[in-house]
């Protein structure tokens, strides 16, 4: 054998090896949710069935029509719930965004004195754990009477998603080149005009994928709303999964149906905003 | 101009600083306070009793804690290594695909945007001793016969915690590496290969340096959000079996919330802000450093 050929030998092996690590990869990252999703679908005989049923033998969307139609079996009232995540979500989002934004075009556009300190600062608070910072949040919200309110889910919401938008946003101002903005200044437009008629434009997607990232982290947040709330006027989704474990029979169909409808709105933003959240998380990190 | 002025990004980051004064810090001045103090949720009038470092003296005398601390450590060095290697691996395989690359991203972020109740939720479907995904395969292969207690049994359990745990926060540090390692200039990697390296030395020298500040951001921003473990154990086996998975932040809930010792469960809270932010500045400074090797600007 002459080397050309077993080193043609050699390639088409790697390429093989690298396919089937792809694939297992890919299994083993898409395996989990798709097994979810089609336990949802089927009866729950067949999801107990022992020796188990692999290929399933009818398929029906009783979980889904149960959950919806009001009150279902396991009297989890998924409607409320799925209002109470909506409202608080948007609500804090907005919030968020709009004082992210002021924050990271501070960080993006002026120098000043400690900035990397108060970076730095910004981010700790993120880092407490939302179980710590749910002990005295408990306490004060239950002397101020703003327990079990979306009032009070929001505010707590808003603190946390504001140190994660300011990095964010800062990093999609610094994409915008300063240069345009002094050009419209100098064109007579004020400060406050160059920023929302030049820069914002220029940043407004990655400022909508940071919005949306902060819905996310409100839409699937749990630590500090089981503790924060207590009933239907006011709970959300994530604690709502946990009262189907809370019961005798564990309604497996039922809860795998819960957890599409969780995680489908989750998915479609997701796929949405992936492109810009990479850029502006990384943006800093290389000269470009 | 004339007359005082604030400055323009004080102003700007001034919304910023009072939402984050009032939900973030004061509360947790007020729960440094009664952690000196032996307040129960039952019993109002302790909150002004003041104890010292009693609270203090008896979790550090207290093995169940230091399990919990250890256990908590253990979990986050293992998940936070291995997510680290699988993500580069990961990024590296999705990298050199040739074709399906938009489609393969966009499958990698998938667990990312998983609320971690519903990983915890999907796993505890997925381990669950008798009707799970793992035994039933398992016993359909015939690799073995019985139905491992995957939940049930102490060691197992917190394997099946960290698997969830890596499951749900690899993609992180595969989607930032995978963003470094398009972004790097294909140059240097063809004049390393010109000039003899083998793909090893490669890698070492050339693309891990240049890939290098992304893992850092990819470990920050995981770092600023360890706690998440604590929604995944929640519901997975809450800390059972016999506080076999305990770890530092179900510790903390269950003392507060079931037991109502508010000023005790302040106390350990206090080490689980500590350990976060060990984390986290940790990995920011070597971030700053990353960044100033390769002369970005900040």
Redesign the interface.
Known sequence: MDENSSARLKRRLLGIV?RI??FL??L???L??L??VL?SLRPTVE??A???V?IPQEISFDAYVAMFSGIGKGGIPVIEYFRNSLIISVTSTIIAV???M??G???AR?R?RGK?S?F?G????????????S??????YVRLGIIDTHFGLI??Y??LN???T?WLIDGFFRQVPKDLAEAAQIDGCTRWQAFWQVEFPLAGPGIASAAIFAF?TC?????LA??LTRSVSAKTL?VG??DY?AEFTID?RG??AL?VV??IP??T???IV?KHL??G??S????? | MKGFKPSAPFLLLLPAFIVLAAVVVVPLLLSLYSSFTPFRLTKPETFFVFVGLRNYLSILANTDFWWAFGRTVLLLTIALNLEMLLGLGLAMLVEKATRGQRILRTLMMFPMMFSPILVGFQFKFMFNDNIGLVNNALQSLGITQDAIPWLIEGHLAFIAISIAEIWSSTAIFAILILAGLLAMPKEPIEAARVDGCTPWQTFRYVTWPFVMPFAYIAMTIRSLDVARAYDIVKIMTDGGPAGRTELLWTLVARTAYSDGRMGMANAMAYFSILLSIAFTVYFFNKLAAARTQIGAEW
């Open positions: 690298h690590g792809l990869a890919m083993t990252i898409c989990p949710g097994w979810i336990s999801i107990m022992k020796p188990p692999w709009a004082i992210g002021a924050g075009y501070a960080f002026y000043f990397s108060v730095l910004l981010m700790l608070t993120r880092t407490v754990p939302g179980i710590a910072l002990l005295p949040l408990f306490f004060l505010l707590a808003v603190a504001v140190p994660f300011i996310l839409w699937n947040e749990f630590a089981s503790q994530p999964l946990l474990t497996w809860m795998c957890a969780m995680i989750a998915l933003l997701t796929y992936q990479v850029g998380l990384t800093g990190a290389v000269k470009g």
